[in-house]
């Protein structure tokens, strides 16, 4: 790493360079729209998925304890 770094500060166009393809690859896949088409597709997969699990209706309506109940016996 310390030998690339070197590199780097002495040559100038060699940074120029790496600097404008690094800011080239940033525009073209790390957009706002590009991360929303992202997010849209983890939603979709989650979606399809989801309709995919079937949950039993005990977990679904499991009786919550009255807060007399929650009060632990010391």
């Not at 940074?15 to 983890?42: N, P, S, Y």
Request: proline residues 4%; glycine residues 2%; charged residues 30%.
């Amino acid at each position: 790493m310390t030998r690339h770094l070197r590199t780097l500060l002495e040559n100038p166009s060699l940074r120029q360079r790496l600097t404008r393809h690094g800011l080239a690859t940033i525009r073209e896949r790390h957009t706002c729209a590009h991360r929303v088409d992202e997010l849209l597709e983890i939603h979709a997969s989650l979606v399809a998925e989801r309709r995919h699990i079937v949950v039993p209706a005990t977990r679904l309506f499991r009786r919550r304890p009255a807060a007399a109940e929650q009060v632990a016996v010391g």
